[in-house]
């Protein structure tokens, strides 16, 4: 569910309106995989659809997709830094994200983000 809730984050914003269809192009699944997934996510109130389709994410749904978001970024970054291919990278970032705790995110961005905030230097 993380994978729709980042998704839904990522292109809101990039185009301001979601739809399934967009969802389902981004994550390279089916259609009938997003509307299973939406479904899940309007029970949680995570994730909210308007008549004409546009989805939107509920506050406690931009907290997780943020949350996810954060630590997608963080991870391809770092193995990026060091030296892994940029597509491998995303992947296994996406992988990392759902697997690390809070706890253990949290003190792995203690210890290297000063690494990833002087990268361009």
């Known amino acids: 569910m993380e994978d ?10 990039q185009t301001g309106q979601v ?14 995989s997003v ?3 939406m479904k899940a996510l309007r029970e949680k109130k995570l994730v909210v659809k308007e008549e004409d389709g546009v989805l939107h994410l509920t506050e406690e749904g ?7 978001y954060e630590k997608h970024v963080f991870f391809q970054r ?3 830094k060091l030296g892994v291919d940029e597509q491998v990278a ?18 792995l961005k203690e210890k290297y983000s ?3 905030e002087n990268e361009d230097q």
């Open 35 to 37: 509307s299973g997934a």
């Open 114 to 116: 000063h690494v990833l």
């Open 62 to 68: 931009k907290k997780l997709a943020e949350a996810v």
């Open 90 to 107: 995303g992947r296994d970032a996406c992988l990392v994200e759902h697997a690390v705790s809070d706890e253990v995110f949290e003190k």
């Open 19 to 32: 739809h399934s269809i967009d969802v389902a192009e981004y994550l390279k699944v089916s259609k009938p």
């Open 4 to 13: 729709y809730l980042e998704a839904i984050y990522c292109l809101q914003l």
């Open 78 to 80: 770092m193995f990026t």
